[in-house]
């Protein structure tokens, strides 16, 4: 497997587009008292069932997403990921807790704002894609447009623009019956653009598909996030996926978020031994970059030997150090901030977290001289 | 062996402790409660005492009724609405069919034919539609048509609005849904007597019945096909900001056409089946000519009529059916569009008009009654009795009443009231729950109160022998057609014809095979509810999981052992609800069969019909609705209670 990280930019700041604090969903008999309850809120999941009759789907969940970045929940099922993104636009109304849409308060939007938000700010796109079967591709992407009262020739015209900016030009008159899962999930993506959305949500959207189509699909998504810069919330089950799309990602386990950062920093230091389980399998050397491996220089190390970016991941630092058999200098904008050696890199390979060798803070010592490679 | 069966083992114990356990019940509570009853009230049928006269008050609410028909404001001001709109509509339609004259029917029926279901079928359309005419029917076809066109709209009116309602609202659903499924199981006679109370013999309680008769499947098929929309599209329409109503119109409605349009078929096919049997209460039309002709044991008649009513029965079932189906392949080669098809029937209508070949031409009917009669006399003279070896249809049929008929029902008669109470209980019990078993054994204690224990008795002891042969066959087929492909190919266009006809079609091939009796009306109801259990177990059959199936053939089971001991098992719920299907259209047709001399509750309807006896009717109705309750329900599966639950 291999994981192409893209270059990420840190998460802007300023007011984020999603702001979720404390979120609480229960499903169940008298589901509001729980969130206030201090003694029901940190019982676990099935001593809360055995207790109450209740599930906690999400449990005080806080997290911004700021403009701009692709956001990745990312849990395996039955972690809340699903019932989490649904309550961000009230497809399914929270229990308890606060989420804000640039500011303003979604829960207590009434009927009409609430529709506004859904026609024209957030759009989702659907693991099963969600299409109407009865209607042509065209049409189906149409219906968002439909929905909010555009005239049919000017829909219709947008419409195709979206079909063909998702590559199924010619298809337009076809069923969703008459396409493939690919095609199909291309649809549901094109219908989520064709309203212009400040945000994009999507639920899992390419489980359902085989793998191959599924890696054109990331691609796609990749594209149009450099594209046009759309905030996306993104939902999955699958690692690598989180790993490659995401600038951020929070891991979900029973309904809370157990951890929440960049990839990186979620694969070089999880923060319990769920995470680490999880992420155990992943080639480090494609997601750790070497701004994170690296040591300082010792001065003779800063002026020769390969270069390589701070934000490269370790795997091309790998290659360099093997051709050049010398430690690589980590060169940003001319200056050299550290060097990775052997060491440094084939701890992140084996997974050795950092600080936890005897002497791993300390500058390196005599022994790893480059000769003796 | 033991892999085979791995679904029973585990379950067969606790069943088996379980069905144990209820009987034991069931025993402890007899052994408590039946001295003290049988001493007081004894042991023969049901005791007289226990009885409640219902003829009086009934005979003196009919009797209300006729006086205040005219003069009543609930009368004038909403009954006589309904029966004036009824009439208007139904002579408004008719005139129009009169006007376009058979030219313009015939190119109507097949245009529509043509553009919904393509040419063959608008081939078929347009000979049927001839034939209608060539066998001297024109007139009548066109009156039942004119009553089902308005019986099917308003069935349709009412049975949308019904399953939108229940389509939308859960509460609605549960209260509806229980309803919805006993209309479905009552006998279509039990349906005539009330509407005529109110409405009196005529057109409107023909049209009236007909259409509380038809609505349910509409009701039905329109909540399950709103129920059953895909959730995730119904989530992300909604996701979109649709508003209530258009998520209605542009997502659960068009989701639910398949359902809906099954829905137009199955209404249109049980409002002519009740077209024709509501000419018991003043339908007229092919259905009167039926009911005429068998009166008078005239066969010939009644297969003149009879056959423009399978006609039009096939082809208002494979048009409406193709509608259906049609909605997959969206992109089907357009035809013609509506208003050509409206144009040429005006056009063709015109034509004939000026031609003035408006009506049938007299020179083109084909007199079929009088050699179908030579025929049927031919087989008196030959068949009936005396042939050598295999002996007559008359004999056959002397035999099967004196041998099975007679000693079932002097059985059930002879059973002490209690014991037939107790054996309903113990049926409904082991198959259903207690739920079932308290609702039949109350349908059947409510038998008794009416003070029609014996006559049911009689109904019931046909539907006993009735559903056994229907089974014995039924299953026997269905086992063959599950097995075999091609015994699956030839029976189906078989069973297709036979499931779309109209029940009272069937009483006329058994009165010119056996004359009128008990043993036809039990013919008629296993030829009518035979095609159903032989369809519902050949698919439990087929649908058996293959692995399950395969698993057992890689080990070496014979052909024998795989149908005993895997197909058979595994397909018992499939194998329940045809003997519950097989019940209940049996019992539909054994009361008709009262119409010809099958006697009992049938009769006793049929006799209060013509007598304008409500009363006696009204209690042989409600016996049946509560014989019909008890039969369904004995044979309720578990199962389908618990899906209903959840």
Redesign the interface.
């Known amino acids: 497997m291999t994981l192409t990280v893209p270059t990420r930019k840190p998460p802007t700041t300023g007011t984020p587009v999603f702001s979720v604090d404390g979120l609480w969903k229960v499903f169940g008999p008298k589901a509001d008292r729980i969130p206030a309850d201090p003694e029901l809120s940190t019982l676990s999941p099935a001593d809360l069932r055995s207790r109450t009759g209740c599930t906690a789907a999400v449990r005080d969940v806080s997290f911004d997403v700021c403009k701009g970045e692709v956001f990745v929940v990312m849990g395996l099922s039955g972690s809340g990921k699903s019932t989490l993104v649904r309550c961000l636009t009230r497809l399914i109304e929270p229990t308890a807790g606060t989420i804000a849409i640039d500011g303003e308060d979604v829960r207590a939007m009434d009927k009409a704002r609430l529709r506004e938000l859904r026609r024209h700010r957030a759009a989702m796109v659907f693991q099963h894609f969600g299409l109407l079967p009865h209607r042509t591709v065209l049409d189906n992407v149409a219906y968002g447009l439909e929905i909010q009262g555009v005239g049919k020739s000017e829909r219709r015209e947008r419409a195709a623009e979206f079909v063909a900016k998702v590559g199924l030009e010619g298809m337009e008159k076809r069923r969703p019956g008459q396409l493939s899962g690919g095609q199909r999930q291309r649809v549901g993506l094109a219908r989520a653009l064709a309203v212009d959305p400040e945000v994009l949500l999507f639920d899992e959207p390419f489980s359902a598909l085989d793998p191959l189509i599924r890696r054109d699909m990331q691609d796609e998504v990749t594209r149009l996030h450099r594209e046009e810069g759309r905030t996306m919330v993104f939902i999955t089950h699958d690692l690598a996926e989180a790993l490659k799309l995401g600038d951020r990602i929070a891991l979900m386990r029973d309904g809370r978020v157990v951890q929440l950062g960049t990839p990186e920093e979620i694969v070089s230091s999880p923060a319990d031994d769920y995470v680490r389980e999880f992420v155990r399998d992943v080639p480090r050397e494609q997601v750790v970059t070497c701004r994170t491996a690296m040591r300082p220089a010792s001065p003779q190390e800063a002026t020769d030997g390969p270069a390589v970016r701070p934000d490269a991941p370790v795997a091309e630092a790998i290659e360099a150090v093997a051709h050049a058999g010398t430690p690589a200098r980590v060169m940003d904008e001319g200056t050299c901030v550290g060097v990775v050696d052997h060491e440094q890199l084939l701890d992140v390979v084996a997974g050795v977290p950092a600080g936890s060798r005897v002497g791993r803070a300390t500058p390196p010592a005599p022994r790893t001289s480059p000769e003796d490679v | 062996m033991a892999t085979l069966t791995v679904p029973t083992p585990r379950t067969v114990p606790v069943l088996k402790s379980r069905a144990a356990a209820k009987l034991l019940l069931l025993a402890l509570a007899a052994a408590v409660l039946v001295p003290p009853l049988n001493s007081h009230w004894g042991g023969g049928a049901w005791p007289h005492a226990l009885t409640v006269d219902l003829s009086k008050p009934l005979a003196s609410a009919s009797d209300w009724v006729i006086d205040n028909r005219d003069s009543h404001p609930l009368f004038l001001y909403f009954f006589g609405y309904i029966s004036n709109a009824v009439v208007l509509s139904v002579r408004a339609v008719y005139l129009t069919l009169l006007a376009a004259g058979w030219t313009g029917v015939t190119a109507f029926g097949a245009l529509v034919a043509w553009r919904v279901a393509g040419v063959r079928l608008a081939a078929g359309t347009a000979l049927a539609f001839l034939t209608c005419g060539a066998l001297g029917m024109w007139v009548p076809t066109m009156q039942t048509l004119a009553l089902m066109v308005v019986a099917v709209l308003a069935s349709v009116a009412v049975g949308a609005v019904l399953g939108l309602a229940a389509g939308l609202s859960d509460r609605l659903n549960r209260a509806l849904r229980p309803v919805l499924d006993t209309m479905q199981v009552l006998p279509a006679f039990a349906y005539l007597l009330p509407v005529v109370l109110v409405f009196g013999i005529g057109v409107p309680a023909a049209v009236l019945a007909t259409v509380v008769y038809a609505a349910p499947p509409m009701a039905r098929l329109t909540a399950l096909g709103l129920r059953g929309a895909?959730p995730?599209?119904l989530?992300?329409?909604?996701?979109?900001?649709?508003?209530a109503p258009?998520r209605l119109l542009?997502?659960r409605i068009?989701?639910a056409?398949k359902e809906l349009l099954l829905g137009l078929n199955q209404t249109i096919m049980m409002a002519l089946s009740m077209a024709v049997i509501a000419s018991v209460i003043g339908a007229g039309g092919l259905g009167d000519r039926v009911y005429q002709a068998l009166a008078s044991v005239d066969v010939g008649a009644a297969l003149a009529a009879g056959i423009p009513l399978v006609l039009l029965a096939v082809v208002l079932d494979r048009v409406t059916a193709a509608a259906a189906d049609g909605?997959?392949a969206?992109?089907r080669p357009r035809t013609i569009g509506w208003p050509y098809a409206l144009a040429v029937t005006v056009a063709v209508a015109l034509g004939a008009r000026l031609l003035g070949r408006l009506d049938w031409p007299a020179g083109w009917t084909l007199g079929i009654a009088e050699p179908v009669n030579r025929a049927v006399d031919w087989m008196t003279a030959h068949l009936y009795s005396g042939v050598p070896v295999v002996g007559g249809t008359a004999d056959w049929a002397g035999h099967f009443t004196t041998w099975i008929l007679d000693p079932v029902r002097s059985g059930l008669q002879w059973l002490p009231w209690w014991a037939v109470l107790l054996v309903v209980a113990a049926l409904a019990w082991l198959i259903g729950t207690w739920r079932t078993a308290l609702t039949a054994v109350l349908a059947m204690a409510a038998i008794g109160v009416l003070g029609v224990w014996e006559p049911s008795l009689d109904t019931l002891s046909q539907v006993l022998a009735a559903v056994a042969v229907t089974l014995v066959l039924g299953f026997a087929a269905g086992i063959a057609a599950a097995r075999s492909d091609r015994v699956e190919r030839a029976l189906r266009p078989v069973l297709d014809v036979f499931q779309t006809m109209p029940q009272f079609v069937y009483l006329i091939p058994v009165v010119a095979l056996f004359g009128v009796g008990r043993a036809p009306a039990v013919a008629a109801a296993v030829v009518y509810a035979l095609p159903a259990v032989v369809r519902i177990t050949a698919q439990g059959l087929r649908q058996v999981d293959p692995a399950a199936l395969e698993s057992a053939r890689s080990l070496g089971a014979s052909g024998r052992q795989q149908l005993w001991q895997v197909q058979l098992p595994l397909a018992k719920r499939s194998l329940l609800l045809a003997v519950n299907q097989g019940v209940v259209l049996v019992l539909a047709v054994v009361i008709i069969g009262g119409l010809v001399g099958g006697g009992a509750l049938g009769y006793d309807v049929a006799f209060g019909l013509a007598q304008g006896d409500l009363a006696t009717g009204l209690v042989a109705g409600a016996a049946i609705v509560c014989l019909g309750l008890m039969l369904d329900r004995v044979t309720q599966p578990t199962e389908r209670h618990a899906k209903k639950g959840a």
Do not use: F, H, K, N
Request: proline share 5%; glycine share 10%; hydrophobic share 30%.
């Open positions: 895909d995730e599209v989530e992300a329409v909604e996701s979109l900001g649709a508003t258009q542009t997502a068009p989701l056409r909605t997959r969206g992109d």
